[in-house]
């Protein structure tokens, strides 16, 4: 389907010639999904009579007891502009508040903000170069202080103040803020933004106050008392914290919503290892809700059967992906191996590459090894869904490898390795310590070996393979491998710094202490060029057809291999109503968490 | 004896010099990262990484780095944590109470399991009581404390449902409540703790009993007629606790350092968990203050053993 045709539908359907759901029905025939399609709807402003990207309140009253949450990694500080983890973005969450929040379809739900601002509302200007947020009237710090647009335009001082050294000055220190009126801001960007939604939104848009923070906001931050104390407007304020172990608060009766919270306290408990809280929650029923657990499938499922707890399992973009070298890691070129001016001697060609794709057996995966917790995928961009290209499909199939591998010249040597013009299929594959990664390089290394490939098996500690050690050969970083496996996290709904890991400007080397994003090393002009364009292409239909474009180009280069998808995965107590969103912080929403009674 | 006191003393400072070396280098070579994490996040410039770096002074060569920290140090300033942003004195402070009372409990749960039970098991070798003893110290010692936490877990928490496993430090209620709850949580990791120390102690005790009682001199006191007991614990006791005292007294900084592995399974917010979360995240200023205050307590209890020594043998004297 191509754009043209796709706009006049979406024409029809506003104008009323032609119904949702024959809109979603044509669209289906072609691969698009039914949530796809919603949003696309969405994004021109048409959307179903109920829609609800948040489920309902319900409960009329508060006091509900008490919370009891816990984080087998325990929260070191409470400022959201030095979080250096989810930990400490969700435990500063219970105290501060964005102006607005991602729901888990992708769109935004406001908090602070009185709306969500869009071209109808004036909210977002025409050239997409400026976006206005209306604050909430009548919102109150914990300390009883008014929450104006000075707070607002404060928390952009201080973010992009380099001797502050916030975590969060990314999203600040490319833009202006301006102070409309008191409860009124306007975000001015250098060019044309598409998306418009980073400063103030979500995790790293938690404000703090002004009156607080204004005489420690340079190389002083780090002194402010209230950094381990918060003041902020959320639904619980602050009571005690010990800094890795416990995060205690109460409900904030002066919320700025009607009957929220729901709870009267509040204890977020952290340490100790995911097991062990799932079971926590699942088995005995000792907390309400477990963050993040890691644990394998079958083992949740046990662990569900004793009836007190259930299982949360929220999409996002996570990724759990094979790369293989674009360069030679083992030639060293200027003392830095894996140089950019070299290339990979066996997967430069296509062949090769093809067939290692075809040698994953990503069902297989999925169903022996992550289950619920891992669904496999073709696509390395997969989510909100009107990114998902419905172009590509994942194949294991070892006899075409075979083939195919033959037909490019690759000719088993004595020891049934393939070889060709001195170069061997013979890979270093390496990944970090983790059971269902060190399972998952078996069941490729066993796939491999049936097509001559001779996969050779490393795992490196998880604290040095993610550390950015410029003195340690063995991070991801350096790629000083053949092949690699991570997860990459996608920590906004929106796709345009998560797709910024292949373009040629990003490439990890020296010259960038291998902070450069793009590790993998891949080069493509056109990929450049349709990134560079994603940047300034303000129509949302024509943007999420250059993504995935984008995901098509890298994917069917094969130097990327996606193996599953990696939602997130909770657990809460049988009768706790969470809300959970893929696309911002656990706690996001904390405030309309309540309990059945 | 103070003279030997201002000796030791000065000879501390030199030991402990060379250990502060050693730990600020394994450390400084020690791979990893303490802002791993906003390395993998997209969302953080790798400016600011940089920018922390600098500013917490990892890019300096080591020796400006252990310089910078002994002076400071020496001003009694420990650190400030990379992770928490907070003074290390502070979290350490924070934690103390919980360790003291976890682990101190435990020790005090062991000794009263090894006196008692090594003593009565060496006044009557290879009698049956003698002999359960030695199994059952021998299981106690061999089950590593993960093992039995997790099955004290199982059964306990999981099985019986009697008794938490998440250990909390504030609790709500108040009174005999209150105090009703800390019993239940501290009760695992106490006698996890405490029955494997047990274990090994009774062991010890009954052989330092066993090569006193044989000596010359016991025969004597009790051919004089004195009481059995008497003679047990004026004339055994009191010389067989010789080497006792030195093990009890070297196992004394680890009611400060903590026991990682079962505060990590029952989540007691101690020492030991301090020390280990540092370590998984590369939190150099913590893991350096806790490991040079437990090196200068072992350095102490050292000379409280040998000081101790003196009063329970007055015979050795110091010069």
């Known amino acids: 389907m191509r754009e043209d045709q796709l706009r006049e539908l979406i024409g029809r359907v506003r104008r009323g010639s032609l119904s949702r759901r024959g809109f979603i029905r044509r669209m289906a025939a072609v691969g698009f999904t039914a949530p796809m399609c919603t949003q696309l709807l969405a994004l021109y402003g048409i959307s179903p009579a109920s829609a609800q990207s948040v489920p309902p309140y319900r409960p009329s009253r508060r006091g509900g007891g008490q919370l009891k949450i816990l984080y087998w990694q325990a929260p070191t500080l409470l400022n959201p502009h030095f979080a250096t983890g989810t930990k400490d973005q969700d435990a500063s969450r219970v105290f501060y508040e964005p102006l607005a929040g991602w729901a888990a379809d992708g769109t935004l739900h406001p908090v602070l903000a009185a709306e969500i601002p869009t071209v109808d509302n004036k909210g977002l200007a025409e050239d997409g170069r400026s976006v ?9 710090w914990h300390d009883g202080q008014e929450f104006t647009a000075d707070d607002v335009v404060f928390n952009w001082e201080y973010a992009r103040n380099p001797a502050v050294a916030a975590v969060t000055s990314g999203s600040y220190r490319d833009v202006n ?13 250098p060019r044309p933004t598409p998306f418009w939604a980073d400063a103030f939104v979500a995790a790293t848009g938690q404000l703090i106050p002004k009156h607080l923070f204004q005489d420690f906001a340079g190389a002083n931050s780090r002194d402010a008392p209230t950094n381990l104390r918060p003041v902020g407007t959320g639904a619980y304020r602050f009571v005690s914290f010990a800094p890795g172990d416990t995060v205690r608060a109460e409900a904030n009766p002066n919320y700025h919503l009607p009957n929220r919270p729901f709870f009267d306290q509040l204890e977020i408990k952290g340490g100790g290892d995911a097991v062990s809280a799932a079971r926590a929650v699942l088995q005995t029923g000792d907390f309400d809700f477990a963050w993040n ?20 399992i929220v999409e996002g973009g996570n990724i759990e992906h094979i790369q293989l070298n674009a360069t030679d890691p083992n030639r060293e070129v200027d003392g830095e191996r894996s140089h950019i001016s070299t290339q990979h001697p066996a997967f430069r060609d296509p062949a090769v590459r093809q067939a290692m794709a075809l040698l994953l057996d990503r069902a297989s995966i999925q169903e022996f090894i992550y289950g619920r917790t891992g669904p496999a995928t073709p696509n390395f961009l997969n989510a909100p869904p009107r990114f998902r290209s419905p172009n590509l499909r994942m194949e294991f199939n070892v006899d075409r490898a075979n083939q195919i591998l033959d037909q490019a010249g690759w000719a088993r040597g004595r020891d049934g390795i393939r070889q060709k013009d001195g170069a061997r299929l013979r890979f270093v594959f390496q990944t970090s310590v983790n059971a269902p990664r060190q399972r998952t390089q078996q069941i490729y290394q066993q796939a491999a070996r049936r097509a001559g490939i001779e996969i050779e098996i490393k795992s490196v500690v998880a604290s040095v393979f993610f550390s950015s050690d410029i003195a ?3 991070t991801y970083g350096k790629f000083y491998a053949d092949m690699q496996m991570y997860t990459t996290t996608m920590p906004q709904a929106d796709p345009g710094r998560f797709m910024n890991q292949f373009v040629s400007w990003e490439i990890a080397q020296k010259a960038n202490n291998w902070s450069g994003r793009n590790i993998v090393r891949w080069r493509n002009e056109e990929y450049d060029r349709i990134y560079r364009e994603a940047e300034q292409e303000l129509d949302p239909v024509k943007r999420a057809a250059l993504f995935i474009r984008m995901n098509d180009l890298i994917v069917s280069s094969n130097h990327i291999i996606p193996v599953v998808q990696r939602p997130l995965v909770s657990g809460s107590a049988i009768n706790l109503r969470p809300v959970l969103s893929g696309w911002d912080i656990t706690l996001w929403l904390l405030s309309d968490w309540y309990r059945e009674i | 004896m103070t003279q030997y006191l201002i000796r030791r003393l000065l000879l501390a400072i030199p030991s402990l010099l060379g250990i502060s070396v050693i730990l600020f280098t394994v ?42 920290w002994l002076t400071a140090m020496l001003r009694g300033e420990w650190g400030f944590s990379f ?13 103390l109470p919980t360790t003291l009372i976890v682990i101190g409990s435990s020790q005090i749960v062991a000794l009263m399991i090894a006196l008692p039970v090594g003593i009565l098991a060496a006044t009557r070798p290879y009698s049956t009581f003698d002999k359960i003893a030695n199994t059952l110290a021998f299981v106690g010692f061999s089950l590593p404390t993960f093992f039995t936490g997790l099955l004290f877990i199982l059964f306990f928490s999981i099985y019986l449902d009697w008794l938490p496993f998440v250990y909390r430090t504030r609790i709500e209620a108040t009174g005999l409540a209150w105090f009703w709850e800390h019993v239940k949580q501290t009760i695992m990791p106490v006698m996890v703790l405490g029955l494997f120390q047990g274990a090994a102690w009774t062991r010890f005790v009954r052989s330092a009993v066993l090569d006193v009682i044989r000596l010359d001199y016991v025969t ?9 007991r008497v003679v047990i614990t004026k004339h055994v006791v009191r010389n067989a606790m010789i080497p006792v005292v030195t093990l009890v007294a070297l196992q004394m900084p680890i009611v400060f350092g903590g026991a990682i592995v079962t505060e990590q399974i029952f989540r007691v917010p101690g020492i030991g968990s301090l020390l280990i979360s540092a370590i998984l995240a590369n939190d150099t200023p913590v893991i350096m ?5 437990f090196a200068c307590l072992v350095v102490f209890f050292n000379l409280v053993a040998d000081i101790l020594y003196g009063w329970l043998d007055p015979r050795i004297s110091y010069r």
């Open chain 1, 472 to 474: 340690n050969p063995d």
């Open chain 1, 293 to 312: 657990l890691q644990v394998d499938d079958e083992t949740l499922r046990r662990l569900e059967g004793a009836g007190r707890g259930r299982v949360n």
């Open chain 2, 27 to 68: 450390l400084a070579l020690a791979p990893g990262d303490p802002f791993e994490e906003l390395a993998t996040n997209p969302a953080v410039p790798p400016e600011v990484r940089l920018q922390l770096r600098a500013s917490l002074g990892l890019d300096d060569p080591i020796h400006v780095r252990y310089l910078a």
């Open chain 1, 132 to 140: 206005t947020w209306k604050l909430k009237r009548g919102v109150k």
């Open chain 2, 83 to 95: 992770v928490s942003r907070v003074d290390v004195d502070q979290l350490i402070l924070q934690r």
């Open chain 2, 220 to 228: 004597t006191a009790r051919a004089k007629g004195l009481h059995e």
């Open chain 2, 289 to 293: 203050a806790v490991t040079f205050v």
């Open chain 1, 177 to 189: 803020v301006v102070k409309v009126d008191d409860y009124t801001v306007r975000v001015e960007f």
